[in-house]
């Protein structure tokens, strides 16, 4: 599993993440505050994190959050949809892009390690990301 620390609308949540199950995983969601949040970034994060804007967009009832990465990783854009059923029919858009679904290069975390370090593990991201269809 894994932990996030959330930041959207001046709200702070501390996410936890369970072992990814095929499509799903178990999501605990507990809002922290503002000086909680920042402690425990300064505690536990071993590197600079990830920026990105969510967007939150439905589709035939279903909901996609679309990641907008900032910073060094400008240009990327990811796409989750939110299902009731591991078994639902999922219709892709268009606009979806590449299935990314448990291909560890886009990890958040292979994303966090190529801003961390920058150089040549950045530029391997974003040209893969270029192969893909994820980058203009």
Sequence with gaps: GKARIRSCDGSMT???KGPRRKFTR???HIPVSQSEAVSMIAEFSPGP???KRRHEV???RILWQVDEYMGSLAGIVTADAEIPTEDHA??????AGMEITGDNRFSSA???EAVEHQGERLRRLVNLCKLNGQLE
């Design 90 to 95: 999922l219709v892709v858009p268009t606009w």
């Design 26 to 28: 178990s999501e605990y």
């Design 58 to 60: 439905y589709v035939d």
């Design 14 to 16: 501390l996410t936890f």
């Design 110 to 112: 292979l994303f966090a």
């Design 49 to 51: 994190g990830l920026r």
